[in-house]
């Protein structure tokens, strides 16, 4: 989109551009700062994303259970209201219980590598410096843009699941069809709540970026005024295409086979 006509230009090369962006940088950071600071802030990532994965997982499954009981679906698969809702609160639950991880990760992925040692010398100095309050900065963009991500994802997946029996006469997709039905659902979840993910961004690192602290409405005017629409609001989104869908797609497609495994090994 064109931030001063107001319409969308199509860029048919900018996903190439990112791929070769995204490489310079792999490249030049290795270069510079050494392999293992390809993975720096890695730690932080997995200490949030593994109980906010298992959460969530967990959550929707609780949440298709209860509200198939109370719309009369016990066993079957939910109608699609009760699907997208299933999902965002399985999101909102996850992004609740462990949103000050999330800041966390955010403030080691900006910061010079001397500033933060560790995961737990963050939480002292925000708690110290900053006050405990700013653990949960930025927490209702990411809420709200949790509820159409993990509403669209596992929408869009069981969806996508619920047609493949339907149309193919079998019960259970294969491992790299569940991979491109959780890679669609990744991309549609990303790509409608990718504003508010950079509003939350830019609310979680305005203490060590230099920017003010101010509401959603505010933050979002401020990125719309500096950069634009697309390229403040949707900036690195093309990057996420390359990353979200793979990471999705591999997300639902553990669970489901670990869950098939375990229920297996029950029986």
């Not at 310079?24 to 109980?51: D, Q």
């Not at 994965?53 to 698969?77: M, P, T």
């Not at 203490?207 to 003010?212: E, F, N, R, S």
């Not at 979002?220 to 950069?227: D, F, L, Q, W």
Request: charged share 20%; aromatic share 12%.
């Amino acid at each position: 989109m064109d931030p001063g006509s107001g319409a969308f230009t199509f860029r048919p090369a900018g996903l190439a551009q990112a791929e070769k962006e995204a490489f310079r940088l792999i490249y030049f950071t290795y270069l510079n700062e050494g392999f293992l600071s390809l993975w720096r802030g890695n730690s932080a990532t997995m200490v949030r994303v593994v109980p906010y994965a298992a959460i969530q997982f967990s959550a929707h499954e609780e949440y298709k259970r209860i509200l198939g009981r109370y719309y009369g679906f016990r066993g079957e698969a939910l109608p699609p209201w009760p699907r997208l809702l299933a999902g965002a609160l399985a999101g909102t639950t996850a992004a609740s219980l462990t949103y000050p991880l999330d800041l966390v990760r955010a403030r080691m992925a900006v910061t010079p590598k001397e500033m933060y040692s560790n995961i737990f010398h963050v939480f002292i100095r925000i708690s110290r410096e900053e006050g405990l309050k700013t653990l949960y900065h930025g927490f209702v963009p990411t809420v709200l843009g949790v509820i159409p991500y993990a509403g669209l994802s596992f929408f869009t997946y069981e969806t996508l699941k619920s047609l493949h029996r339907e149309y193919s006469g079998r019960q259970q997709p294969y491992p790299f069809e569940r991979m491109i039905f959780g890679a669609c659902a990744g991309l549609i979840g990303q790509s409608a709540s990718y504003p508010l993910d950079v509003v939350r961004r830019r609310m979680q690192t305005a203490g060590v970026t230099g920017h003010q602290r101010t509401s959603i409405v505010r933050t979002m005017h401020t990125i719309v005024r500096e950069e634009g629409v697309v390229r403040g609001l949707y900036k690195g989104l093309s990057m996420n295409w390359l990353k979200g869908p793979i990471a999705v797609g591999i997300s639902f497609t553990t669970f489901d086979l670990m869950q098939i495994l375990l229920r297996h090994l029950q029986s």
